[in-house]
């Protein structure tokens, strides 16, 4: 079921279903929540009860938005305050499980709000400022590959380019991929939609970052080692990690995974999940099961 959360300066779609504790899903730029439309069956069938969101601007969340950056942009303090705002809406304390630019925006929920976000899952995350590795787009090609498709997205606007950017971010394909790819870039070419995507990329992940040393709940940052977006992703993901207060944090890493390894891999991602959340929130599932 599609619910709509009236929030302020817009409204977030979520599809909610299901019984226990609250868990909150996140996608990344440029795409919407029919991203985890294979590991929310099995998170409701594990006992949970998941509410599936639409970044603000995207999807079928409302556009037009004001940024606490006062830019006209999208940046993971923005999505964050939505997410607390989504949490309090259903009943928390929640999980928040965050894709990309979300995945930092997790972060930052965590750091903020620490009464209502129980555990953070990270996925692929964009939570730490990054450079252009150049000696990597040199010898590492599928970092070249997703690099340049991603840099010309921007620079030129391109809905071809982000259609070959997600080609090579998923280096296995699930059987749906054609039909929600070409459902996805439809969704892209309604009205304000294609210039709300432009707006992640007008913000970089530094608030995030300074948000990690901050974080007081247990943390997973999974990440796909074939990811484009990363000349090292696995070591990526340990930074992350490592910025975290000692302990909280732990990496998975799924094997021949790309950026949306829980489209590209939802079996083996909802097991990390399940177990992840199994082992921190065991009261809660006990007393709904």
């Known amino acids: 079921m599609t619910e709509f959360v009236e929030l302020e300066g817009g409204r977030i779609a979520c599809d909610v279903v299901g019984e226990g504790p609250l868990v909150v899903l996140s996608h990344g730029m440029g795409t919407w929540r029919a991203d985890f439309r294979h590991l929310v069956p099995v998170l409701v069938d594990a006992g949970y009860r998941v509410v599936n969101a639409d970044m603000r601007g995207h999807g079928e969340s409302s556009t037009g938005w004001a940024s606490v950056t006062g830019k006209r942009a999208i940046s993971r303090t923005d999505v964050a305050g939505d997410l607390l705002g989504v949490v309090r809406h259903f009943g928390g304390p929640a999980t928040i499980v965050g894709h990309s630019l979300s995945g930092g925006a997790a972060t930052i929920a965590a750091a903020l709000a620490p009464e209502l976000v129980t555990t953070i899952v990270e996925i692929n995350p964009f939570t730490r400022v990054t450079k252009i590795d150049v000696g990597a787009l040199l010898t590492v090609r599928r970092y070249r590959r997703g690099g340049l498709r991603l840099i010309g997205t921007q620079l030129l606007k ?132």
Do not use: N
């Open 158 to 289: 391109s809905h071809g380019l982000w259609r070959s950017y997600l080609d090579v971010a998923y280096p296995g394909k699930p059987d749906d991929y054609r039909r929600q790819i070409d459902d996805l870039m439809t969704a892209l070419r309604r009205p304000g939609r294609w210039q709300e995507f432009m707006k992640t990329g007008r913000t970089t992940p530094a608030d995030a970052g300074a948000r990690l040393p901050e974080v007081r709940c247990p943390a997973l940052v999974i990440m796909g080692d074939q990811d484009p977006d990363f000349p090292d992703p696995v070591a990526e993901g340990e930074a992350i990690v490592a910025a975290m207060p000692a302990g909280l944090g732990q990496v998975a890493v799924i094997e021949d995974g790309g950026h949306y390894p829980h489209a590209q891999s939802s079996d083996r991602v909802a097991e990390l999940v399940i177990a992840f959340l199994r082992e921190h929130t065991r009261d809660a599932v006990r007393h709904t099961t």
